[in-house]
């Protein structure tokens, strides 16, 4: 089914595709609307244009691909499901996710992957190419984030990266690591074993976005939480 969402309420637009009977859904002239697939599953929605803020919030298990820019709260508190940005998202990308995966070809604004989390079976996966803003991983409690790097000169993260974090894993293709890391934070260089948790999902991303698969655990720093900080006291059941 092609939607066309020019003239479109966002409410409009988003009962329409709850109400469809057809799982794919192409949508063009997307401009701004917000909440898109929201809550949604076995659905595999392709936007042509501009999503607005939430796109997938409370994403159930549907396929999103958007062949363009995001803005902000992507993927707000998804379960499951994946969501391809073939540009670039805007702050708070992953915000709360507890399951699926986002893969974002281009970067991503600040606050990504804040208040990420794992139940169960569930955990969640945000993979960024290029570079993500400050406060990367804020209050991260698990799942995994990598930032690749791509096109980017520099550490490709911004300032205060993992604040908070009480579990889960930061990975980060760089040179150097990131400085002035809260004081909770561990950081080392990735071993195989720790790339392993990951190397999966970065083969995906790179068949989804079509771009070469040429990522090496010895590439990456990766960041976790020490067992021995304050913030696992207060975030966690000991």
Do not use: W
């Amino acid at each position: 089914m092609i939607i066309n969402a020019k003239d479109l309420h966002f409410s409009k637009l988003n009962a329409m595709i709850k109400e469809c009977s057809e799982s794919e859904i192409v949508l063009d002239n997307v401009i701004g609307h917000r909440y898109i697939g929201g809550g949604t599953k076995g659905k595999n929605i392709a936007i042509n244009g501009i999503p607005g803020n939430a796109l997938g919030a409370y994403l159930d298990g549907s396929y999103i691909r958007v062949k363009g820019n995001a803005q902000d709260a992507t993927g707000d508190t998804m379960n499951r499901g994946t969501i391809v940005i073939e540009g670039s998202s805007g702050d708070a990308t992953g915000y709360a996710m507890r399951g699926g995966k986002i893969f974002i070809k281009g970067g991503a604004g600040y606050r990504a992957g804040i208040h990420m989390k794992a139940y169960k079976e569930l955990k969640p996966i945000l993979i960024i190419g290029e570079k993500a803003g400050d406060f990367l991983g804020e209050y991260q409690a698990g799942g995994i984030i990598a930032v690749l790097g791509n096109n980017c000169e520099g550490i490709p993260v911004g300032n205060y990266c993992g604040t908070g974090m009480h579990g889960g894993m930061i990975f980060i293709k760089s040179d150097k690591a990131p400085e002035d890391l809260p004081l909770q934070i561990i950081c080392r260089k990735a071993t195989q074993e720790d790339f392993d948790n990951v190397e999966p999902h970065i083969e995906e991303f790179c068949k989804e976005l079509n771009i070469e698969n040429c990522y090496k655990a010895e590439q990456f720093f990766v960041l976790i939480p020490n067992t021995k900080n304050p913030y696992k006291q207060l975030y966690t059941h000991n």
